[in-house]
């Protein structure tokens, strides 16, 4: 999959959702407001930059990020070509990361994911959602069971499952399995709506979802939290 040009698609339809009133709140975000949602998307962007061009995670600062929405807006632009030019370098560059690969290659994938989820948020915000890419979507749904769940485990803020369930996407044909042992449950559907799913933006009895076998098994399985 190409990120990069992944990324730059999502950057674009973040900023184009910015467009308007940005005191309107954003579901799934405790109070966040648009404004707040950009003030931590700037921050992050300028936080890998850091990670990739100085090698460290310490930095991230939202207290930089001016509060008029012309100059929020104007910051967050700037913050999204600081990151692009960042992860235009060779992917296996080494950098600094939360986990593995150390290299570029982590965060042009992270990036990409981070901004497809909160581009969906501002969108939903004002009222409307584009669709998600079906092959970037499962990708995601990919990188919470090798990357976040593993993480949040490690963290301590997780246990892990004690049953396995499946996931299918209907769309890319895509399927995961997570948990030990073979699954007792599988929920099918669109990659996007997996990925919403797993980040707590869509309920795990959403239309878009299909289930089958042993439903609240497969539910425990996934109350993780699986993701931040």
């Not at 991230?60 to 030019?85: F, I, N, T």
């Not at 979507?137 to 499946?166: I, K, L, N, Q």
Request: charged residues 25%; contains cysteine.
């Amino acid at each position: 999959m190409d990120h990069l040009k992944a990324l730059r698609h999502e950057l674009d339809a973040f900023d184009s959702a910015l467009d308007g009133d940005l005191s309107a709140r954003v579901a799934h975000c405790g109070d966040w407001s648009l404004a707040d949602l950009a003030v931590h998307r700037g921050a992050g962007n300028l936080w890998v930059v850091t990670a990739v061009r100085k090698r460290h995670g310490r930095g991230y600062d939202e207290g930089a990020a001016p509060r008029e929405r012309d100059a929020l807006r104007e910051w967050h632009a700037r913050s999204a070509r600081d990151l692009v030019a960042a992860l235009s370098a060779d992917p296996a560059t080494e950098a600094w990361t939360f986990s593995p690969p150390r290299t570029v290659a982590f965060w042009l994938r992270r990036r990409a994911q981070e901004t497809l989820m909160h581009r969906w948020d501002a969108e939903h915000a004002r009222g409307a959602t584009s669709p998600m890419d079906p092959a970037l979507a499962a990708d995601g749904v990919a990188e919470v069971f090798d990357t976040m769940a593993p993480r949040m485990v490690s963290r301590g803020a997780a246990v892990p499952p004690a049953r396995a369930v499946r996931l299918t996407a209907t769309d890319t044909g895509d399927a995961w399995v997570h948990g030990p042992g073979e699954p007792v449950a599988e929920v099918a559907g669109p990659a996007e709506g997996l990925l919403l799913m797993l980040w707590g933006r869509k309920p795990r009895d959403h239309a878009s979802l299909t289930w089958a076998g042993d439903r609240a098994a497969g539910a425990e399985a996934l109350s993780g939290p699986l993701v931040p």
